[in-house]
């Protein structure tokens, strides 16, 4: 399969398959979110313009196919913001794709936008080559104006709502990527209301916004990530066990994602499709197919713009540098022994707390990146969200557990809704919610909709 000159034999530990994130553009954006610990990536090329060569992005493009066993391939493009790299580049990797693909391989193209400069030309192009775009909106104007904001300050809801008309005009299959934030994680039902309600979108991922700083670098970690003339800027690295004013509740998260669920259990199951709800429902039948809550991970390397190949997305840091695809195939990279001990670290240094918990084969410890609390019983490298995480699953459990009985009796998960109506009906109206947000549940999720 392997014909490189880099390469001659594939190695015996080289996965089948695996999800590489390229940022052809680096670290630049055209945006300056508050949040961005991106933007500081940049201080690993300073001398650089972060631009993917044409040579960079065929070595990408042959590598990537020869790489895979499976018949499926993706192809993802982030960054930064990878739009800065022009329509006529992408145009180029989509040829590239169709000269080194063999003829049983699959692929599907994704790329995630801040959406503000799409147009007719770039929507035409995605949907001519059917790419999954995805959208970054931290929900409603307010509240995505708090952090995701230009060079100026000033908020970009209104920019990426004009983005968003242009992929609805074009047909552009989408899906909506929301940070989940000290701003708005008090909003889970409000959010994801108006990602349904008023974008249309049938499929929603949520990130959690965690940004670590020590007590040396966190006042200067609170002011941003973007390059202050002057001012001392700051590297990002998964170091530190503060968070700045901006990192969502550790608790909060589990709270703000019940808060959707119960939303979306009662209306929308086989309608919309929350990432996290879909997978964790896979991990009742033993597959994990996110490596946040998978038992080890090392399957997700991030590609720079000039070949540098990392560990994963989270850890574009000069320890977790694997090595450059042009010296080295990626495929031997992927398979090398210090990036499966990466992978296999996620289960390997699990607190106590951690292996003894009750929700481990749903969460196994969530992401690594993330793991800089202590446990209960003071153990180092608890991860941050475990109480918003235990609370998470813990309170969906019996809901998952009922839609996994229903796929085993061959019927459909959405039945869950009917499951939940017949619950609701022996529920006084001015009982507590089940979300636990303390309100009576006809004020909270025992509203009608409208």
């Not at 014909?3 to 398959?17: D, I």
């Not at 003339?229 to 590297?235: I, V």
């Not at 700045?244 to 589990?254: D, I, M």
Request: include cysteine; charge should be neutral; charged fraction near 20%.
């Amino acid at each position: 399969m392997i014909n490189n000159s880099n390469m001659t034999t594939e190695p015996l530990s080289a996965p089948p398959a695996f999800h590489l994130l390229a940022k052809p553009s680096g670290a630049t954006c055209n945006i300056d979110c508050t949040y961005c610990f991106f933007l500081s990536k940049e201080a690993l090329y300073p001398n650089e313009k972060s631009r993917m060569s044409e040579a960079t992005l065929e070595t990408y493009i042959r590598q990537l196919l020869e790489s895979h066993r499976t018949q499926e391939v993706t192809v993802a493009w982030q960054g930064g913001e990878p739009t800065l790299m022009k329509l006529d580049f992408f145009k180029r990797a989509v040829e590239l794709v169709e000269t080194y693909r063999r003829p049983e391989q699959i692929v599907q193209h994704t790329f995630q936008t801040n959406g503000l400069l799409l147009d007719d030309d770039w929507c035409a192009f995605f949907k001519e080559h059917h790419f999954l775009v995805g959208l970054s909106v931290d929900g409603p104007r307010e509240l995505h104006n708090t952090y995701r904001v230009d060079r100026r300050g000033q908020g970009t809801f209104d920019l990426v709502m004009q983005g968003w008309r242009a992929l609805r005009r074009h047909s552009v299959d989408f899906n909506i990527l929301c940070t989940v934030n000290a701003a708005n994680q008090h909003h889970g039902r409000t959010v994801y209301s108006f990602f349904r309600d008023e974008l249309g979108a049938k499929w929603v991922q949520f990130i959690p916004i965690i940004e670590r700083a020590s007590a040396e670098t966190l006042e200067i970690a609170n002011q941003g990530w973007s390059d202050r003339p002057g001012q001392k800027r700051l590297l990002y690295t998964q170091t530190g066990n503060l968070v700045t004013e901006r990192t969502v509740g550790a608790e909060q998260y589990g709270r703000f994602l019940v808060d959707v669920f119960e939303e979306w259990v009662r209306h929308d199951v086989g309608q919309v499709f929350v990432q996290l709800f879909d997978v964790t429902l896979e991990a009742f039948f033993g597959r994990h197919l996110l490596c946040i809550h998978a038992p080890t991970c090392g399957y997700g390397p991030a590609l720079e713009h000039n070949g540098d190949l990392y560990s994963c997305d989270h850890f574009v840091e000069p320890r977790f540098k694997l090595g450059n695809i042009h010296q080295t195939h990626m495929l031997q990279l992927v398979a090398s022994p210090d990036q499966r001990k990466f992978g296999d670290n996620k289960r390997d240094t699990l607190t106590t707390q951690c292996q003894e918990c009750k929700v481990r084969h749903l969460c196994n410890g969530g992401c690594p990146k993330d793991r800089f609390a202590l446990s209960r019983d003071g153990q180092p490298g608890q991860n941050y969200l475990c109480p918003g995480l235990e609370l998470f699953f813990m309170h969906t459990g019996p809901a998952f557990s009922r839609m996994a009985q229903l796929i085993q009796q061959n019927r459909a998960p959405s039945e869950i809704m009917a499951w939940v109506a017949a619950g609701d009906e022996k529920r006084g109206v001015y009982q507590p919610c089940p979300c636990g947000s303390g309100k009576k549940f006809r004020f909270c999720h025992g509203k009608k909709r409208v």
